[in-house]
């Protein structure tokens, strides 16, 4: 089955720790992106991928870093500069950047500072 | 600046009938929107989309209305469902010009509730 798996569901990060999200697709997608949704206030934007080896901050990257290495992952580190990093965080995928097409979202990861 | 908005955060419907949830949006050049249906700790699922040299599209009971020059559109449950109730995001991308990247910009969500 073709799809996006995120992983772990849940997850508890100390202050001060880095935590890094996992997310990967076989969907065959060019294009990846994190959002970070907070009770009222939608999905923001975190970073996003349009190939291998490149990607752009979005509207909040403050605290976040990303790799995109290969095609089909790209994992999100929360690193310790991010002030409120307790957040429901998704990754998303979609043919390319440019089409008229619909972004595919994984399941999501519950992240909570202790 | 919410370029995206949802003014209702909750809609209640009676099973059976129509379930209208709205969506204005400011920036102009906006011109590919979609909606999607999120239930709590799953991810978006993807419902309906609409171009913006449309006005209209329609997918079963779900239908999207877009009205640009009132930078407003609408989705539209018949009949609506118990297993409609959700919470229910609009987002927009501009895609012409190549410079969005097929980024989305969301709308705060509204929680509709379709009761039996």
């Known amino acids: 089955d073709g799809g996006i798996t995120q992983s772990p569901k849940y997850l508890f990060r100390k202050e001060g720790q880095n935590v890094t999200l996992s997310c990967e697709q076989n969907?065959?997608?060019?294009?990846m992106y994190w959002y970070r949704q907070d009770p009222g206030q939608g999905l923001r934007l975190i970073y996003y991928?349009?190939?291998?080896?490149?990607?752009q901050k979005g509207d909040i990257a403050e605290g976040y870093s990303v790799s995109r290495e290969k095609k089909e992952s790209f994992p999100l580190t929360v690193t310790s500069a991010q002030k409120n990093p307790t957040a429901f965080y998704l990754c998303?995928?979609?043919?390319?950047?440019?089409?008229?097409?619909?972004?595919?979202f994984g399941q999501g990861t519950r992240l909570t500072v202790v | 600046d919410q370029q995206v908005k949802q003014n209702s955060p909750s809609l209640s419907v009676q099973e059976g009938r129509i379930s209208i949830l709205n969506c204005d949006y400011t920036n102009s050049m906006f011109d590919y929107f979609l909606w999607y249906k999120k239930y709590p700790a799953e991810g978006p699922t993807f419902l309906i989309s609409i171009s913006s040299i449309k006005d209209k599209n329609e997918d079963g009971r779900f239908t999207v209305f877009l009205n640009k020059s009132a930078k407003h559109l609408s989705l539209h449950i018949v009949p609506s469902q118990p297993g409609d109730s959700a919470v229910y995001f609009c987002?927009?991308?501009?895609?012409?010009?190549?410079?969005?990247?097929?980024?989305?910009?969301f709308g705060q969500g509204t929680i509709l509730t379709v009761h039996p």
């Open positions: 998303a995928s979609k043919v390319t950047g440019l089409s008229n097409t619909e972004a595919f």
């Open positions: 991928s349009q190939i291998v080896n490149d990607f």
């Open positions: 969907l065959n997608h060019d294009a």
């Open positions: 987002a927009a991308t501009a895609n012409a010009g190549g410079t969005s990247y097929g980024k989305l910009t």
